[in-house]
Nanobody, 124 residues
Framework: QVQLVESGGGLVQAGGSLRLSCAAS????????MAWFRRSPGKEREFVAA????????YYGDSVRGRFTISRDNAKNAVYLQMNSLKPEDAGVFYC?????????????????WGQGTQVTVSS
């Protein structure tokens, strides 16, 4: 089992930045694909970003590409999401998640482990 705990959410003004962290326990993450998903008010949970086990490849949702950066530190068993140039529509609950390597990296149905989420609020 993998337990994931997110942190770093909060209130920020539009144009500002936040850095989310995800700490894992139970197993080392170095064989898992890690990702962030977001559930915004009134919307389905959507893909934000993913990173392969080695960190060699990253993937982003269209709405965040160029503004968000996903990274990982396997030695610390942690994953991060640097969010810059935040917009009000970026607000929501951000979830850290993990899965074994495979296809459909943007599909939440293939992710096995989920954190409880951290709230991000962006004021205009």
């Amino acid at each position: 089992q993998v337990q994931l705990v997110e942190s770093g959410g909060g209130l920020v003004q539009a144009g500002g930045s936040l850095r989310l962290s995800c700490a894992a326990s139970g197993r080392t993450l170095n064989t898992y694909v890690m990702a962030w998903f977001r559930r915004s008010p009134g919307k389905e949970r959507e893909f934000v970003a993913a990173i392969t086990a080695s960190g060699g490849n990253t993937y982003y949702g269209d709405s965040v590409r160029g503004r968000f950066t996903i990274s990982r530190d396997n030695a610390k068993n942690a994953v991060y999401l640097q969010m810059n140039s935040l917009k009000p529509e970026d607000a929501g609950v951000f979830y850290c998640t993990a899965r074994t390597p495979g296809a459909f990296i943007r599909d939440q149905r293939y992710y096995n482990y989920w954190g409880q989420g951290t709230q991000v609020t962006v004021s205009s």
